[in-house]
T-cell receptor, first 111, second 113 residues
């Protein structure tokens, strides 16, 4: 079993819809969780950073962590065409550890 | 701040040639790292550094060398390029001595023929 699993997509949704992106992981020691957004031919940019379980909200974005299920999610409300990108989850056991990336989910928001 | 900068943006090499990919950051970050990104493989860590004078291997270090003589710079050297090293290379940096909250550069697209 890979340490971090992420459906590669592509995921196509109409503008204005709520998007749900997910990752599962196998290492119960992970406690730092990140979501990166990567536009085509650009470097990844950090979108959300959470510690342990629970929810974190930032504008239209909500990150959710369920450590008991080893499952993390990123929700995008009122999705816009500008949200079309690849979204990578990432996680680490300690803040100073190397982070493990998922392979990314390609998201297309249809106008 | 310029953030993380990488040069060149594009490079074509012949098999066996060597070259250095440059990476610099102006955020006084201790942690710097190099990744390669290939279709279907995601981001894979090549080498990383937790501070000047300290480097360590990541997941896929073979064929690459690094050094960290200053906090700002972290060059990646390809010793003898192979077609398997055709990839997009990203440099990243972060606060502290770990990989959380990394800031990525724009990438270098390398083709080895």
């Amino acid at each position: 079993q890979k340490e971090v699993e992420q459906d590669p997509g592509p995921l196509s949704v109409p503008e204005g819809a709520i998007v749900s992106l997910n990752c599962t992981y196998s290492n119960s020691a992970f406690q730092y969780f990140m979501w990166y957004r990567q536009y085509s031919r650009k470097g990844p940019e950090l979108l959300m950073y959470t510690y342990s379980s629970g929810n974190k909200e930032d504008g239209r974005f909500t990150a959710q962590v369920d450590k008991s299920s080893k499952y993390i999610s990123l929700f995008i409300r009122d999705s816009q065409p500008s949200d079309s990108a690849t979204y990578l989850c990432a996680m680490s056991a300690e803040r100073d550890d190397k982070i493990i990336f998922g392979k990314g989910t390609r998201l297309h928001i249809l106008p | 701040n310029a953030g993380v900068t990488q040069t060149p943006k594009f490079q074509v090499l012949k098999t066996g040639q060597s070259m250095t990919l440059q990476c610099a950051q102006d955020m006084n970050h201790e942690y710097m790292s190099w990744y390669r990104q290939d279709p279907g493989m995601g981001l894979r860590l090549i080498h990383y550094s937790v501070g000047a004078g300290i480097t360590d291997q990541g997941e896929v270090p073979n064929g690459y060398n690094v050094s960290r003589s200053t906090t700002e710079d972290f060059p990646l050297r390809l010793l003898s390029a192979a077609p398997s090293q055709t990839s997009v290379y990203f440099c990243a940096s972060s606060y502290g001595t770990g990989g959380a909250e990394q800031y990525f550069g724009p990438g270098t697209r390398l083709t080895v023929t």
